[in-house]
């Protein structure tokens, strides 16, 4: 994987597919990374626990739904992690953007900016929002080992989605919209040097 100032590179110099809401609801996330000299690492959050969230207890990126008094995606996706997890990213090393993604059946369209801190800033959590933080390495993402599933009813359907167990010690999986914008982000730089890593697939 590429050093953090390769990363914005790649990211500034591929286009950017900007999906329009439409009548769908926006949301946006920030992708956070911090670098050790053993390679770099990407900010998880795990929700709290709530019967009225449809997120309720996944693990994904901080990050919620766009209000009117933002100023852009990006404006939102920092407000959220600030009001999430008391990390001010206009303090950080902003890299760029993924491409937009519209899940299907949800009627939400999801912008996911990239950004990089400096090491293990110190964070204040919204215990009603966010239940825990923690940092993954991002070699993970490419962990065969870790590649799993999650059986989810959907419409009185039970449907199949591909997972990432992201730690030993956490029994819930990654996946979902996270997973598809780790997946995006992985192969933005995968590509960009030309590094075959095919293991984190749909």
Not at 83 to 94: D, R
Request: overall charge neutral; hydrophobic content about 40%; some cysteine.
């Amino acid at each position: 994987m590429e050093r953090i100032q390769d990363i914005s590179i790649i990211l500034n110099s591929h286009p950017v597919r900007i999906i329009e809401p439409g009548g769908r609801s926006h949301a946006s996330v920030a992708l956070i990374l911090e670098e050790q000299p053993t390679g770099l690492n990407i900010l998880l959050i795990e929700r709290s626990t709530d019967e009225n969230d449809y997120w309720s207890g996944q693990i994904g990126l901080p990050g919620g739904r766009s209000e009117t008094y933002d100023k852009s995606p990006r404006h939102t996706a920092e407000r959220e992690t600030r009001e999430e997890i008391g990390l001010n990213l206009t303090a950080a090393h902003y890299l760029g953007r993924l491409n937009d993604i519209a899940p299907g059946g949800l009627k939400i369209v999801v912008s996911c900016f990239v950004y990089a801190v400096c090491k293990y800033p110190a964070l204040s959590l919204d215990k009603e929002e966010i239940a825990a933080v923690f940092w993954v390495p991002v070699r993970e993402l490419d962990n065969s080992a870790r590649l799993s599933y999650v059986d989810i009813k959907v419409r009185d359907r039970l449907r199949r989605f591909p997972a990432l167990i992201v730690a030993d010690d956490i029994e819930q999986s990654l996946w979902g919209i996270t997973y598809r914008l780790l997946r995006n982000f992985a192969k933005v730089i995968n590509n960009a040097t030309n590094q075959n890593r095919g293991s984190f697939k749909e």
